[in-house]
């Protein structure tokens, strides 16, 4: 099993709506939680962190939920240059503080 | 403040040639990382560096994968003889140590083709 799991979409979504992204991981050893944001063939850059008590910025809202080993992320008056694929990340201390990415999931938003 | 460097941004090859990629981390930066993207996929670690010491290389593909940091500084990733499967963006990051870590970033990335 994968240690980091997401649906690789690809969600199409129009400028305004919401849309949610769903990751799960296998290790609960897992320390700290991320969201990246990768544009096409760019390289990723940090969105956000992810937090147990949950965290905003701006249009965009992040979760953890520890017990279920599941994170999400939500963005809000989705616009166009939302478009990318967001990738969930995770971090074990055991592992030399490196990164575990998921797969992606790309977002398409449409005018 | 100058981001990760890395050179260079495409790379054709034929199979059973070899490559070199290079990578400047960010000033300060005491840990890089070296990742391979495969299209469709997310970032996979190869190699993992404090200062010029190896903390994780588990899944280097050590039989024709090498990576160096001799003076804890800039460092190079060498496959020799490249496979098809070798196809991938080599993404180099840099990080502060330990938690401070938390944040990474990237370069652009060499983006290689194994024909």
């Known amino acids: 099993r994968k240690e980091v799991e997401q649906d690789p979409g690809p969600f199409n979504v129009p400028e305004g709506a919401t849309v949610a992204f769903n990751c799960t991981y296998s290790?609960?050893?897992?320390?700290?939680f991320f969201w990246y944001r990768q544009d096409c063939r760019k390289e990723p850059k940090l969105l956000m962190s992810?937090?147990?008590s949950g965290n905003e910025d701006g249009r965009f809202t992040a979760q953890l939920n520890r017990a279920s080993q599941y994170i999400s992320l939500l963005i809000r008056d989705s616009k166009l240059s939302d478009s990318a694929t967001y990738l969930c990340v995770v971090k074990q201390t055991n592992s030399g503080y490196a990164l575990n990415f998921g797969k992606g999931t790309s977002l398409l938003v449409t005018p | 403040e100058a981001g990760v460097a890395q050179s260079p941004r495409y790379k054709i090859i034929e199979k059973r040639q070899s490559v070199a990629f290079w990578c400047n981390p960010i000033?300060?930066?005491?840990?890089l990382y070296w990742y391979q993207q495969i299209l469709g996929q997310g970032p996979k670690l190869l190699i993992q560096?404090?200062?010029?010491?190896?903390?994780?290389d588990s899944q280097l593909p050590k039989d024709r994968f090498s990576a160096e940091r001799l003076k804890g500084v800039d460092s190079t990733l060498k496959i020799q003889p490249a496979k098809l499967e070798d196809s991938a963006v080599y993404l180099c990051?840099?990080?502060?140590?330990?938690?401070?870590?938390?944040?990474?970033?990237f370069g652009a990335g060499t983006r290689l083709s194994v024909l």
């Open positions: 560096f404090q200062n010029n010491g190896v903390v994780d």
């Open positions: 290790n609960s050893a897992s320390q700290s």
């Open positions: 990051a840099s990080s502060l140590p330990g938690q401070l870590g938390n944040i990474q970033y």
């Open positions: 000033s300060g930066h005491a840990t």
């Open positions: 992810v937090y147990s």
